[in-house]
């Protein structure tokens, strides 16, 4: 990341302030390059009952049988969207992963407090399936599909790496899945109102959710990250996350420290001139779709 930039960043501090958050995404909405013109989009593709059940796909002429990328989004677990008129967030992942080669696929799930755990892992297996059912006719392989999630959508998406019970196939259907800035157990997270909208008023019964063990337990290739100026609360779950990896595995785990990089920063920063974020996710698709 380039001096200035990461200075700017600093500037915002690490808690998820309004400064920070429109701060961010007005830097990188400004550094975006665009949409790829050879990048084809269908919109709004439902893939379960409820209005939010929609998905983008994004690809580029002639891909066939190509790895399938999907994102999901963040909010805190009340709020956000795949797609918002005139912001070129969260299209520009999407149209990353067809500039290289893939299908790339942005969703919208549920949100809290009218949906509560576990209706983020709950949607994601519907949009699994979908895939698995669809995709090809995209260009798509449904044997290759790759999840992937910031923030909240991080945490979707490892409730559904983590809890077998909803997965549509054998290893959930996916050859790996990317978590960026996730909290993975319930029952040492700092309570929060968004925790509670979305897992419920009472903590004593927030174990259910975790997705510590399962992640642990998971034959599925894992890669999360962690910025370098994410809160304290994700800091800590990164950190207890290498921790009782080391003790299960004796091995590390696929987590990368984002140098410079905020809460919101990795995923506003694809489509732009910075391009190690793209590298990174680019590079853990292809191997594990190989």
Known sequence: MNPELRKKLESFGRDLTPELLGGTNQIFAEMNLGMD??????RDISYGPDERNRLDIFRQEGTSGAPVLVFVHGGGFVMGDKHTEGSPFYSNIGDFAARRGMVGVTITYRLAPANRFPSGPEDLALAVQW???NVA????????IVLSG???GA???AGYVAHKRFHVAENGGIAGAIMMSGMFDTLTCTPNDFHRAYYGDDPQVWGQASCMAGLLNARIPLCFTLSELDPQDFQTQAAQLVGAWGVAHAAYPEMHLLAGHNHLSPALSIGSGEK?????VAGFAK???R
């Open 150 to 152: 910031q923030s909240a």
């Open 37 to 42: 013109p050879d990048t084809q989009v269908a």
């Open 276 to 280: 190690e974020i793209e590298r990174l």
């Open 155 to 157: 945490v979707h998406v």
């Open 137 to 144: 006719d995209y260009g798509g392989d449904p044997d290759r």
């Open 287 to 289: 191997r594990v779709t």
């Open 131 to 133: 895939l698995k059912d």
